[in-house]
């Protein structure tokens, strides 16, 4: 019988989890706390108008559907770049899986000034684009191919060990059943894949709403436009507006928990059906 | 499974059976396809950045990077990320040993908490402590009588760069002491190991590569982190700058080649930590491969 004794056989809990526990307190959940209290000061009336506010209303589309087609095409190139780096082999191949990691590593002031750079209509890539009439710099393209570079990590890195441990069985199962490599793709591997494609997709998505060093740069900061929520905040940051700026950001904070209770279940529901070797 | 970025072994792929892969020319167009993707968003950028820093000529680069601005805004970058991540290794050990070692009920919640900042925008991380301690905030006042400053100043940077990196040693070590169990420790214990003995000589040896690994990667963000300090620190040339603030004030004035030239720093810091990542996957590796 598993009493408090047997569960307490290795020392030092109460010192690591009240560490823990005092530590996330200070340094997470009360300044966190505090965003929401701050709103508190305002009536509903005043927060209401504060939130509804178009250019605010604006921003959260910006941020919102900009982040979306970012994780979708991380989702869709992520997923192909996992799927060759764990089933064929090339040359090279460690030195591309390294690559995976830049974005993860890198500044996001420093991806920001790059990515402005090349895309602008002097750059190296646009300068091919602006004949055609395709212009990236300063608008949501930009914003969206920025976000595409943050968040490749997440979806590569989420998908790639559950790509090397999926099994050969069923795939040869489909194919003893007589079904063609697309078919056994689409209809076999992928409903497989799907949960931790998900994953990887949120958290890629929840990255992208809140970043804000590498979009700042190339999105032009237009109101309305290209104006993207955290951007937003530190605007009203520089206008001694915090009221307005605590609000916007508890909206995003609501969202962020959101966004992050669901990427948890998503992964706990995952390695509960992972059946343990 | 609280990381998402763990320490992922780079297995050699042997040639799968041909009757479940794709044919030859199909494996082709797709490396290709992954190929000209992965060049055209990460390479590209990576390159460009050092490109546009030489575009003036190396004798600009070098002085842009030895300018008396650029030294102390490398020098703030240094102290605030020595005092950033020996306190989240701490916090990233007691965290992961509470949860690895032990059974308590809202273990998840936990961990989830542990994640809340890698979900919260980096403005938002910097405005929470403004709130707290900014002229108009919570502390703001009984600060100001006692001549302290926390916003617009270093400690401020500090306390940003903290909440940022929080997470990264946890999640790390978190998943990979959780998959060492408790045997060893146990084990122990029953032999009348104190705890301090218990952790030094049979926890630390087992998570060294996992622990080098998130303190590398707290190190990295802690130097890089840029949304969170730029709301803090009011940018005040030469003293509350920090490099990637830095990169930011010299494109906003034009000086690209500059601005280029302080971010490859950024850059070579990025691709260091990259490289001990390699290493550390090829130690852990090699010392798995010894144990099957």
Known sequence: MKGSKARRALPG??????????????????????????????????????????RVLASYRISFTTALWAGLINAVFGLLVAWVLVRYPFPGKRFIDS???????????????????IYAKTGWVGSLLEPLGIKVA???????????????PFVVRTVQPVLQDLEKETEEAAVMLGAYRRRTFFKVVLPELMPTLLTGFALAFARGIGEYGSVVFISGNMPMRTEIAPLLIMTKLEQYDYAGATAIAAVMLTVSFILLLIINLLQWRMSRRAIPD | MAGAITVYGNKETAQRPKHIT???????????????????????????????????GADLYFKGLTEPDTLSALKLTLIVAAIAVPLNTVFGVAAAWAISKFQFKGKNFLITLIDLPFAVSPVIAGLI????????????????????????????????????TVPFVARELIPLMQAQGVQQEEAAASLGAKGGSIFWRVTLPNIKWGLIYGIILCNARAMGEFGAVSVVSGHIRGQTNTLPLHVEILYNEYQFSASFAVASLLVMLAVITLIVKGIVEWKSGASHAGNH
């Not at chain 2, 401020?156 to 909440?163: K, N, S």
């Open chain 2, 22 to 56: 794709e044919p030859k020319y199909v494996q082709w167009i797709l490396i290709a396809i992954a190929l000209l993707f992965l060049g055209l968003v990460v390479l590209l950028p990576l390159v460009s950045v050092f490109v546009e820093g030489f575009r003036k």
């Open chain 1, 99 to 117: 690559l995976v990691d830049i974005p993860f590593a890198l500044p996001t002031a420093v991806a920001g000034i790059a990515l402005t750079t």
């Open chain 1, 13 to 54: 809990f109460g010192l690591s989890l009240g560490f823990t526990l005092f530590y996330i307190s200070l340094i997470v959940l009360i300044p966190l706390a505090a965003v929401f209290f701050k709103t508190f000061e305002l009536s509903w009336a005043e927060l209401w108008s504060t939130i509804t506010n178009p």
């Open chain 1, 138 to 152: 300063y608008t949501q393209l930009g914003i969206i191919i920025a976000l595409v570079f943050i968040g490749l």
């Open chain 2, 129 to 164: 402590y403004v709130l707290m301690f900014g002229a108009q905030g919570y502390f703001g006042p009984w600060l100001d009588d006692r001549g302290i400053q926390i916003v617009f100043a270093v400690p401020g940077i500090v306390l940003a760069t903290i909440f940022v």
